[in-house]
């Protein structure tokens, strides 16, 4: 799937005030409109609690922007679309490595079907210096950076490109099963020399992934 879009949700506490039963139709339609279309791979993750102003994730992935939205164009138009609100994006595309010529392993299970417990994603920009550094120099750095990841080899990991197309240059998700060891990768990389070059890398989402049954209880 080329394009990948994170769209982050909250909710209108004046859906409480609807009979449940009203609510619970409301909820079992929006999510039959997700399942029924076969031109977006959608994920859902919670993440009530966990960041502000946000209680779920729908994690889009397509080979044609428009298919996109015109998802997201119907589900706001749901009964259960009318208590939303959408408080974050991201949105980024596929693209071969500059620094890897064949993605590895971990690259390439992000697009297997089977989702792992935690999804933690967010943007990041590299510096001006970084991109003023000579390629063969830069290789150098992140050849260094890769190898740490490779030792966290059960942690699968995604890296999208959007220089142009949003407001940062990547955005890098990581799916693991447990939030110790990827912590545990994210403070050694720390210690690289790729961290010097880093200008932004938040905010960051950590998402619960849920089947689609489950999703909508954080509403």
Not at 87 to 96: I, N, P
Request: net charge neutral; aromatic share 14%; charged share 25%.
């Amino acid at each position: 799937m080329l394009y990948h879009n994170y769209i982050f949700f909250d909710s209108d506490n004046c859906i409480h005030d609807l009979p449940a039963k009203d609510v619970k139709k409301y909820k079992r339609d929006f999510l039959a409109l997700i399942e029924e279309n076969k031109d977006v791979i959608t994920y859902g993750y919670s993440t009530l609690g966990l960041k502000a102003n946000t209680r779920f994730l729908l994690w889009f992935q397509s080979d044609k922007l428009e298919h996109i939205q015109s998802l997201l164009n119907a589900l706001l138009h749901t009964d259960l679309g009318r208590f939303l609100k959408i408080t974050y994006t991201l949105f980024g595309m596929v693209r071969s490595s500059q620094y890897n010529k064949k993605p590895t392993v971990q690259e390439q299970v992000i697009d297997e079907t089977t989702r792992e417990k935690y999804l933690i994603v967010y943007p990041f920009t590299k510096t001006k210096e970084w991109h003023l550094l000579s390629y063969d120099t830069r290789k150098t750095i992140m050849i260094d950076h890769i190898k740490v990841g490779h030792k966290f080899a059960p942690i699968k990991q995604l890296l999208l490109y959007a220089y142009g197309i949003d407001d940062h240059e990547f955005i890098v998700s990581y799916e693991t099963e447990t939030l110790t060891h990827f912590q545990s990768l994210v403070m050694e990389l720390r210690g690289s020399e790729a961290r010097r070059y880093t200008e932004n890398d938040t905010p960051i989402f950590t998402c619960l992934y849920q089947p689609f049954q489950n999703l909508l209880d954080v509403i």
